[in-house]
């Protein structure tokens, strides 16, 4: 399932900041060196909501390109932060809105891999992947690597899959 814009591998991965992500990260951009591919680092922006006396309410004001402008800058400092400002392999950034799992699946469904990371447990003792990792995992159209935050993972460098489709 290569991108079929001009037959380069293209992996896509779930930057949202937390380690996990950092490590899946890390892990895309080694296998794009060995498939002579490219990665692709995606991270989604919502308007957020508040509660107030009436339910669930939009923001008083909605400054959109406030935080689409966020949104690139923390994808930018996790991007540097996980494969430094030069990395081995083509890494491009996209910031897009919507739900983190929607965004995702529309940005893999040419990619020949989704990377997503998972901060585990969370609330529910029972899950062992995030809502998102869950969700992607279930309805991708390619192959998906699951990073586990905390997770003991196997490589030379303590990153490594903790699971996928």
Request: glycine share 14%.
């Amino acid at each position: 399932m290569a991108d079929q814009r001009d037959g380069t591998d293209r992996i896509v991965v779930g930057v949202d900041g937390w380690d996990s992500s950092k490590q899946a990260l890390r892990w895309a951009v080694r296998q794009a060196e060995l498939t002579r591919g490219e990665v692709l680092a995606v991270t989604a922006w919502d308007m957020p909501q508040f509660h107030g006396a009436l339910g669930w309410l939009p923001p008083s004001s909605s400054d959109e390109e406030a935080l689409e402008g966020r949104a690139r800058d923390d994808l930018k400092r996790a991007v540097e932060e996980a494969v430094g400002s030069r990395p081995p392999v083509e890494v491009r950034t996209e910031v897009h809105y919507g739900t983190p799992a929607s965004v995702l699946l529309r940005m893999a469904r040419d990619a020949s891999l989704l990377v997503v990371g998972s901060r585990g447990l969370g609330g529910f003792a029972g899950l062992l992947l995030g809502s998102v990792a869950q969700h992607c995992a279930q309805h991708a159209a390619c192959p998906v690597v699951v990073f586990r935050e905390g997770g003991d993972h196997a490589g030379g460098d303590g990153d490594g899959p903790r699971g996928g489709q």
